[in-house]
């Protein structure tokens, strides 16, 4: 039987259902990418403060791009969805119920998501789209006009398709009626995510209308936010996994998390909020040096795995994390490498390095590896090469970060160390593949990736010390393969 609010006592008695009542629970925030991080961090949030405090700040789910199924699937269930916690074998799962609505252009029309964004009661508007729906170019931060979705709507402002598109939109019909503006919140995995949000809306408000940004700028917030859950893509073996624990019942948009969680808010609302601090987040004045060190720590050390596991075989983080040459490079990248780059203070740095060592090896998660390697292009940034900047100015070392980098380019050059096809999911892919094509697999390759001016600064690409580390690096994967090139670079470094 498909999930629904008839049949939650179908569930078994160890799943924790909504103990509130749901029409109590109000539409305050709409979000944009109804995404597995989503259902299980920002809504798990809303949901313990609904269960413990009597919250009644609901959600309104939207997906602008793709997952129409998803959708659909959520609505079959009256908007409800379980979030499986897993650690090794030890599962614990809750029924999520503070979803009220859920929209789709595709399937109810643009113009039902834009005036669902003029209802008053809209408060916040948050997202999880990933870096790539925010039509920014990662080298400067600022708003990419020459990507497709910004043209259109730039030409039709009426029918946007694209994030900024459809934000400046439904901001600019609640100025003309005369409706208080929304706080604008990302919830993605970008240095000062608020202040990218920020930066693209008003470029596109001001292409359309400088009176119209200026009010933007005036009257609506855009908080930065770090958000730290390790929430996997859905793999057949989770799906049966995620089954058995829910008896009976069918959920289509169930998705399986670790336990840790964490949520860093900037305090900068213009509509209220709800007490995300009550359920555990912590709200501050500045995320910049939370953000950092998740990003370079975990997320760094995340795609220094990705790249270089997959090189070599390994399908899933915690197969990586089996390979003891693979812990102690990632431990020595975090602690040595990331760390001294960090701004945040009284944090004890190798103790929440050895943490996210623990987490990556939880054996109840399948991270795959392909799935962290995506959309290189617009990660690489903030995860590595803001950390080589720092250390070719302080004259440190940077093997680890070099390492990773090359690993980038070896990966997107297509194949891996038995020579089997690497399927490149990137924005850029298109790009990637003629800069690869029209390359040899030697210092060609190097300097025709370095050539991406889109993700490498002149500062780096002009840096000698930096492209030999990165040449030698890729070398030595193209000829003894990431394996070796690891267990190398740790006798090197006596680790």
């Given at each position: ?17 909504p103990s509130y009542d749901r029409e109590q629970v109000k539409v ?468």
């Amino acid at each position: 039987m498909q999930l629904s609010t008839n049949n939650l006592n179908q569930l078994p008695a160890t799943i924790k259902v909504p103990s509130y009542d749901r029409e109590q629970v109000k539409v305050k925030m709409l979000h944009l990418g109804f995404g597995a991080f989503h259902r299980a961090h920002q809504a798990i949030f809303a949901d313990i403060l609904a269960t413990e405090q009597q919250s009644d700040w609901g959600f309104c789910e939207v997906n602008l791009v793709g997952g129409e199924q998803q959708i659909e699937d959520l609505l079959a269930q009256d908007c409800l969805y379980n979030v499986v916690e897993m650690q090794g074998d030890n599962w614990q799962t809750r029924t999520v119920g503070v979803v009220k609505e859920a929209l789709h252009p595709t399937i109810h029309g643009i113009d039902a998501v834009i005036n669902r964004m003029l209802d008053p009661n809209i408060a916040i508007v948050s997202m999880t789209v990933t870096e790539k729906g925010y039509c920014y170019v990662p080298a400067t931060g600022s708003i990419d006009f020459a990507n497709p979705a910004i043209a259109h709507d730039l030409a039709s402002p009426n029918t946007p398709k694209s994030l900024p598109g459809l934000i400046v939109e439904a901001l600019k019909r609640r100025k003309v009626l005369g409706i208080a503006p929304f706080t604008v919140m990302s919830c993605d995995n970008m240095p000062e995510n608020g202040h990218i949000t920020k930066n693209v809306i008003l470029a596109m408000a001001a292409k359309q209308d400088i009176a119209l940004a200026n009010w933007i700028e005036a009257n609506v917030t855009f908080p930065s936010t770090m958000v730290d859950r390790i929430v996997p893509a859905m793999t057949p073996d989770t799906a049966e996994k995620i089954q058995s624990q829910l008896g009976p019942v069918v959920d289509k948009v169930a998705i399986a998390c670790e336990p840790f969680r964490q949520w860093v808010i900037e305090d900068n609302f213009v509509a209220g909020r709800p007490e995300w601090e009550k359920a555990g987040a912590q709200l501050v004045t500045d995320v910049v040096p939370f953000e950092e060190m998740k990003l370079r720590m975990l997320n760094g050390s995340h795609s220094f795995l990705a790249y270089l596991g997959y090189l070599a075989g390994y399908q899933y983080i915690n197969e990586c994390m089996q390979d003891s040459a693979y812990e102690k490079a990632a431990y020595h990248l975090m602690v040595n490498e990331q760390a001294p780059t960090l701004s945040i203070k009284n944090v004890d740095l190798p103790a929440y390095a050895n943490a996210l060592i623990e987490r990556f090896k939880n054996t109840g998660l399948k991270h795959r590896t392909w799935q962290i390697a995506m959309d290189g292009t617009l990660k690489l940034s903030q995860r590595l090469l803001d950390s080589i900047q720092i250390h070719l100015k302080n004259g440190q070392s940077f093997d680890y970060l070099a390492l990773a980098v090359a690993g980038w380019m070896r990966y997107v050059s297509g194949k891996d160390d038995h020579g089997a096809e690497i399927q490149v999911s990137d924005p850029q892919a298109v790009k990637l593949a003629e800069l690869v094509a029209n390359s040899t697999d030697d210092e060609s390759r190097v300097r025709a990736l370095l050539s991406l001016n889109s993700l490498f600064t002149e500062e780096l690409v002009n840096n000698s010390l930096f492209t030999e580390k990165v040449t030698a690096f890729y070398l030595s994967l193209r000829d003894n393969g990431a394996k070796k090139t690891i267990e190398a670079l740790n006798h090197q470094h006596t680790l």
